[in-house]
């Protein structure tokens, strides 16, 4: 027994050679040195731009966002806030004499709040003293007013029946009363009828709040036109919006009480982005969603609309044509072209449309993975990172990108970041399917190494040119990694995405399975040291590739399921299981045919960690829960992890190193000591 592992140690010393002089792997120590830039916000004079630093305190186990502002020719970059409680959402008055955010810092009424900082300079004092949920905010062109998106207080909250309120022993919660078809959402909870989320208008001066409408229904997204008299929103005044969740963009008088007149009907589904304004009132533009079988879909498309409502909305043919979902849509100062961010095979980039002539045309070329586009005057900011640095604010001029923030350069010298290289292969229907490759640190051309397939979520998202920890991570640690993007992944067109609909676990295996292929051919990964994992989706599908190809000696399934048909009514998908599949008693069949992890169980020999968010109402733990109690009942090697009081996505820096350090742990386990045996009750189901 020691001969061969002797040999396998050696080859895999083999495989790396040192890493350049001054340079180390990744650590995880490194996590909590590493400056997440969020937010960036143009001021309108286009001198600076304001954005917000994410940073680890790890004595608190917390994540702090503190605003800092740059100036646009870079020389300027400092901290404008530092207090114990976080700062989020910079937005520069209009007039330049203030720069706003919201926090729930101490002041003199309790949560989150609009506060301001002169911008000459002084301390920042709280403007807003709302008692219900602020969620957003918007500044008036004049800077005398503020539409704020607020939903209604907690009943319960108020008084003190959530137990947490008044002194003495907690009072016992009310019970939960559920009427609602759309009843549960992630992060929220449990959703329950009566409260709504309404637009209201703050006056500067005299503090005064009033609702801009009388309406009923929830909205959201508020946009002032620029000459400051009406205010554009979402809206979806259906008779039941759970059960039709196509909104309408509507637009009232920006006066207290206004009747709000609807400018894009429910046939133009108009997506959840902020809709926005042309430079002369007339004309407003928004984002066009996918009709409700495809919405899990979704690739938005820009249209147009006279804001007046004279004449339906117009989709442009321009964007249409891309076959490409666009964000992040800003008229130019002549309002003759919008620029929107196009998400486009493994890049995100920048693209001008003309009006006029309805034509596309690229700003920026791929490869280039930009975010948060934020466009006032001369002024044109983005958040931009690559394969193998993080993310930092850019100026977007003259075609080209400039860099004005260097909040990650120290941590970065010290590092070696391997490159990632794209790779392209057909799948076995002779569909084109792309991915990523990042091989390990010091890897030695020519060897075979453990390969790690790595699966995002979504399914409707995609794995870009930008920086990925998790990635990098498993790279300092021995391993290539494979991103796919598999059909239904966002960035190559209508069809490309909508091909998995209703058919889940299925063209999604053989792309994956033919990139691990492509790898093997390519020399480089080692056919008997292959891992599979993901988060989401992708925990869903490594459940669905550990059924389907025994090749792989570990994975770790995260916040996924197996047993699809138990799912119906205890997650936040309902509109998806009606639209896309149809109810249980109408589409038995096919819940049990998209249940075949769990429901073939028997057919998987991969020692598997299954883990979760024990608060997760987007993708509930009980996912994992049965596709670890039906491992643990075959006898394969499996383990179950529950992080308390956390929702889908981790936020605990503790929990987050944890799962990174289990993730290792458990690839290790198997893929760098030779594969376990299979326990014998599970090699007799076979």
Not at 230 to 238: E, G, P, W, Y
Not at 335 to 354: C, E, H, N
Not at 406 to 412: R, S
Not at 422 to 449: A, C, N, Q, W
Request: glycine residues 8%; proline residues 7%.
């Amino acid at each position: 027994m020691r001969a061969p592992y002797l040999i396998a140690i050696l080859a895999s010393t083999a495989a790396f050679a040192a890493p350049p002089s001054g340079r180390r792997p990744l650590k995880l120590d490194d996590l909590a040195r590493i400056h997440e830039i969020r937010d960036p916000q143009c001021s309108a004079d286009g001198r600076e731009v304001a954005y917000v630093v994410a940073t680890v305190d790890t004595k608190e186990d917390k994540t702090n966002t503190h605003i800092w502002a740059v100036s646009f020719d870079g020389k300027d970059d400092r901290q404008l806030t530092y207090s114990l409680e976080s700062e989020s959402n910079p937005r520069w008055s209009p007039d330049g004499k203030y720069l706003s955010f919201t926090s729930s810092r101490p002041g003199k009424a309790k949560g989150n709040q609009v506060w301001l900082l002169p911008r000459e300079g002084g301390e920042a004092f709280q403007l807003t003293d709302v008692k219900g949920r602020l969620q957003s905010y918007e500044w008036s062109p004049d800077s005398k007013r503020l539409a704020l998106v607020i939903g209604d207080p907690d009943p319960d909250a108020e008084t003190g029946s959530d137990g947490n309120a008044g002194a003495g022993k907690p009072k016992t919660p009310k019970p939960i009363v559920i009427d609602r078809y759309h009843f549960k959402q992630d992060i929220q909870g449990y959703l329950v009828s009566g409260r709504h989320t309404y637009i209201y208008l703050f006056d500067i001066a005299s503090k005064k709040l009033d609702r801009l409408t009388k309406s009923k229904w929830d909205e959201s997204s508020p946009s002032w036109s620029p000459d400051g008299t009406r205010i554009a929103f979402l809206s979806n005044h259906a008779a039941d919006p759970d059960r039709d969740p196509d909104g309408e963009l509507f637009v009232a008088n920006a006066t207290p009480g206004a009747i709000e007149k609807a400018v894009a009907p429910t046939e133009a589904r108009p997506g959840r982005a902020k809709p926005e304004w042309s430079p002369d009132s007339k004309w407003i533009a928004f984002l066009e969603g996918e009709e409700k079988k495809y919405r899990a879909y979704g690739m938005e498309r820009l249209a147009i609309v006279p804001s007046d409502g004279s004449s339906a909305p117009t989709l442009v043919k321009a964007t249409a044509a891309l076959d490409r979902g666009v964000s992040l849509p800003h008229f130019s100062s002549d309002g003759k072209s919008i620029t929107v961010l196009v998400t486009d095979d493994m890049s995100v980039y920048p693209a001008r449309v003309d009006l006029a002539a309805d034509m596309v045309q690229k700003v920026l070329q791929p490869p280039v993975a930009l975010t948060a586009l934020s466009m006032s005057g001369a002024c044109a900011a983005a958040l931009e990172s690559t394969d193998v640095t993080h993310g930092e604010v850019f100026a977007l001029e003259d075609g080209r990108l400039r860099r004005l923030t260097h909040q990650n350069d120290a941590l970065f010298s010290e590092l070696e970041i391997p490159p990632t290289e794209e790779v392209r292969f057909k799948s076995k229907d002779g569909t084109e399917v792309h991915g990523l490759l990042t091989k390990p640190v010091g890897y030695t051309p020519g060897s075979k190494v453990p390969l790690l397939l790595r699966i995002h979520g979504g399914p409707n998202s995609q794995d870009a040119h930008s920086f990925n920890t998790e990635r990098q991570w498993f790279a300092a640690n021995g391993y290539a990694v494979l991103a796919v993007n598999y059909r239904g992944s966002a960035g190559r067109g209508q069809k490309f995405s909508r091909a998995i609909a209703a058919d889940w676990g299925h063209l999604e295996v053989q792309d994956l399975q033919a990139g691990v292929d492509r790898v093997v051919q390519m020399g480089i990964a080692d056919p008997d040291r292959l891992g599979v994992g993901g988060w989401s989706y992708g925990g869903i599908l490594t459940d669905y590739m550990i059924a389907s190809d025994h090749r792989f000696k570990a994975a770790t399934s995260g916040a996924g399921t197996g047993f699809t048909i138990s799912f119906y009514g205890t997650d936040q998908y309902i509109i998806q299981y009606d639209y896309e599949i149809g109810p249980p008693w109408k589409a038995f069949d096919t819940y049990v045919k998209l249940s075949y992890p769990f429901l073939h169980a028997d057919r998987i020999t991969t020692p598997t960690l299954f883990l979760g968010g024990e608060r997760d109402f987007n993708v509930p733990i009980q996912g994992g829960q049965q596709m670890y109690e039906a491992l643990k009942s075959l006898g394969i090697d499996t383990q179950l992890i529950i992080y308390p009081n956390q929702f889908h996505g981790l936020t605990l820096p503790s929990y987050i190193r944890d799962r990174l350090e289990r993730y290792v742990a458990w690839y290790d386990k198997y893929l760098k000591k030779g594969a376990q045996p299979v326990s014998a009750n599970a090699a007799s189901s076979q």
